[in-house]
């Protein structure tokens, strides 16, 4: 009776624990109600779950049930210690009985020494719980009566385990299963959170994949094109699947490019494209996965930058803003907008504004004219914007009712940007830009280029009319220049001719002191004339007057009547004069007084410039023209002002430190007179080694022949 008694109740505490197996929600709920439900059923002193523990010195309680007479537990059984140790060892299910196996144990078994205390003295049954074919823990079950012979116990025990074990692997695999859809949907929403439009498309180019900002990018649902041939969606992107591109992607290449795409509604944009392939494990095309990003804005700025410096470009190229201002417009359409007007206000300074250049190839001529009065109307956009300094975008709403208003309607335009142009605190104009309404809307991007356009035009405005004024003011200067020396001229031609009428003795014979006097005064009448030639030359040159009058000529006969003008004053320092020219020369054709001209000035400096020793002077024929030279044993020239000394005004003394009088006119003559020659000068000088001048003419100069 008792026997029965006992195997219903060990079938009880089997169920119970079958149920705690199977209806429990955790792994450790399910231990606890095996446990309890053996402990109990099973009238059991203890039961505990050991697993390794934490910091892995052996094994420690995890999970137990106890009875009041249940022995207490180390906190860690040291690795291979006492029953449980050697179950997680081997792996196979043990089992001892109480006092007696222990005494007999006690001298063989070290692992169990010391484990009567530690079971209290009772039996104990140890089972390896298996999940997933890998040991996870060990069962332990304490019981006060000897379980060596006690089958059906150490069944029960094992079966649970088992059971146990299967529970968990079951959860395991529910729990790697929830999480690998997690994953997915974290993967899926990393995809969809991705600025980038995502798709995938298969080796035929269906699309299997289609994220969030895809559908935001190209106006389809994801549900509507996934499974579509991506040729339907976006045949540009297939487009660029030429061969060439598969063969890459096949190869386990990724392609990059810009694409034009295209949206649902037919809206091009410009994109950025990649292709990556997916290969299998064969090494097989799988799918391509591509990105694409729209950079509408990046263009812009780039265009806008390219803009900016080619406008750049054009505005510095000429001084002659109005020209440039043309070109301007011209560029800027249709860039920042259909038409393009440039307002100024007039050079004199009155008030208003002026139309001075535009570019609206979508208007007649009538229509620009009606756009232009409207803007600059007493109504118009140009009376706000004049005043300020940035630029406005006006759309017609706000010209409602006002007669420009009605202009730009009737015209179907919609919006306008103006901005002033502005330069050191005056306001010089301003431009404006329109766009019809089937364009796209002005953005800050288009305000920003028109502010960045205003700061340059302005400058070039400014720049353009100070230079005029400048040219103004330095032509009215040449044109003194050269009525002071014309006036000069009369008096000192009368000076030289009466000189020479007194020493030719026609007016009576002369004293010798008096033609001793008479010839000071040629030799400075002779001076003053070649000083007047000078600023008038120059002031013929810097107003653009000189003409050239070209002929065939003898090189080397130009230079002999140049050394017969310069030979009195050579020989008046005491200079000889060494003249290396061949008896007939090279032939050029050239305007030959201004060469000669040019040899008088470089003779008659460096005769200024030496006080001893020689000037020559030497003409050699050349490959295409001549050379022309003149030295000197003088001063010299330091190498800092080679090319100075060519600008007008320029001399290497100071005022203060002269001897040698002059107008620091004759390089700079030089220079211009050789330049509309065809030619060039340099120079070879040192101070104190002399100077040596050379100038290089022309055959035939191409522009003169
Ligand atoms: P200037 O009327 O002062 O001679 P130029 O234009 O002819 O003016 O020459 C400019 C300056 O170059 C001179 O002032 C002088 O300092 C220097 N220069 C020109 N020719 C010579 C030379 N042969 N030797 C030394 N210095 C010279």
Redesign the pocket.
């Known amino acids: 009776m008792a026997e029965e008694g006992l195997a219903r109740r060990r079938l009880a505490a089997r169920n119970a624990a079958a149920n705690a197996v199977v209806g429990s929600a955790t792994d450790e709920e399910a231990i606890r109600g095996v446990l309890s439900a053996l402990g109990d059923g099973l009238d059991l002193t203890a039961a505990y779950y050991w697993r390794p523990a934490s910091n892995s010195r052996g094994l420690s309680v995890a999970e137990s049930w106890e009875s009041p007479e249940a022995p207490p537990q180390p906190d860690v059984l040291p690795h291979g210690e006492g029953l449980p140790g050697q179950v997680w060892r081997t792996g196979e299910p043990a089992w001892t009985d109480g006092a007696a196996a222990t005494a007999e144990s006690a001298g063989t078994d070290p692992s169990e020494r010391g484990s009567a205390p530690r079971t209290g003295g009772a039996s104990s049954i140890v089972l390896p719980l298996t999940v997933h074919g890998t040991l996870a823990g060990v069962l332990e079950l304490l019981c006060s009566r000897p379980v060596e012979e006690d089958v059906e116990l150490l069944g029960i025990g094992a079966s649970v385990a088992r059971q146990l074990g299967h529970a968990m692997e079951r959860r395991h695999a529910q729990r790697e299963l929830r999480e690998s859809g997690e994953r997915l949907r974290f993967q899926a929403s990393l995809l969809n959170a991705v600025g980038e439009a995502v798709t995938a498309l298969d080796p035929e180019g269906q699309i299997l994949y289609w994220n969030a900002s895809a559908e935001r990018l190209y106006g389809w649902r994801a549900e509507e094109v996934i499974g579509v041939s991506a040729e339907e969606v976006t045949p540009e992107l297939v487009a660029q699947h030429t061969p060439d591109v598969l063969a890459r992607l096949r190869e386990g290449e990724a392609w990059t490019g810009e694409l034009i795409m295209r949206d649902r509604e037919g809206h091009a944009f410009p994109a950025m494209v990649t292709g990556s392939p997916v290969r299998g494990e064969d090494g097989d095309l799988r799918a391509v996965i591509c990105t694409s990003r729209d950079i509408t804005d990046r263009k812009r700025f780039e265009e806008a930058q390219q803009f900016l410096a080619d406008a750049g470009r054009v505005l510095a190229s000429s001084l002659d803003y109005l020209a440039t201002l043309e070109e301007v417009c011209t560029q800027s359409v249709p860039l920042l907008g259909d038409c393009c007007i440039i307002h100024l206000t007039p050079e004199s300074g009155d008030g208003g504004v002026l139309p001075v250049a535009h570019c609206s190839p979508e208007l007649t001529d009538e229509e620009t004219a009606r756009l232009e009065s409207a803007i600059a109307g007493p109504d118009g956009v140009l009376q706000d914007v004049l005043g300020s300094r940035h630029p406005r975008r006006i759309d017609r709403e706000e010209l409602e009712g006002t007669a420009s208003g009605r202009i730009l309607r009737d015209l179907g335009i919609a919006e306008l940007l103006a901005a002033p142009l502005h330069a050191r605190d005056q306001a010089l104009g301003a431009f404006t830009f329109t766009r019809r309404a089937d364009g796209p809307p002005y953005r800050d991007l288009d305000v920003r280029l028109a502010d960045e356009l205003a700061l340059r035009v302005a400058s070039a405005v400014d720049n353009g009319r100070l230079y005029r004024d400048s040219e103004e003011s330095s032509r009215a200067k040449t044109d003194f220049l050269a009525v002071v020396s014309h006036e000069l001229r009369t008096p000192l031609n009368a000076i030289t001719g009466y000189a020479d009428l007194m020493t030719s003795g026609v007016s009576g014979e002369l004293s010798e002191e008096q033609v001793r006097q008479v010839e000071r005064i040629k030799v400075g009448a002779r001076h003053l004339a070649h000083l007047i030639d ?1 600023i008038l030359a120059f002031a013929r040159l810097d107003a653009g007057r000189e003409e050239l009058r070209m002929e065939e000529v003898d090189a080397a006969e130009v230079a002999r009547e140049a050394v017969v003008v310069i030979r009195p004053d050579a020989e008046a320092k005491g200079l000889s004069l060494d003249v290396d020219v061949p008896s007939h020369g090279p032939r050029i054709r050239t305007d030959a007084s201004k060469v000669r001209q040019v040899l008088v ?2 003779l008659s ?2 005769v ?3 006080e001893e020793g020689s000037v020559s002077v030497r003409v050699r024929p050349v490959t295409g023209g001549v050379e022309m030279s003149v030295s ?1 044993t ?4 330091p190498e800092r ?1 080679h090319d100075r ?2 600008e007008p005004f ?4 100071s005022p203060n430190t002269r001897t ?9 003559v030089n220079r211009r007179l050789v330049e509309i020659l065809g030619g060039n000068i340099s120079v070879e ?1 040192a101070p104190g080694r002399g ?1 040596t ?1 050379t100038v290089r003419l022309p055959a035939a100069p191409e522009e003169a022949s």
């Open positions: 000078e000035n470089f400096n460096a200024k410039y030496t000197d003088g001063i010299g020239i002002e000394i060519f320029r001399q290497v003394q040698v009088g002059g107008t620091g006119l004759g390089l700079s000088s100077s001048f």
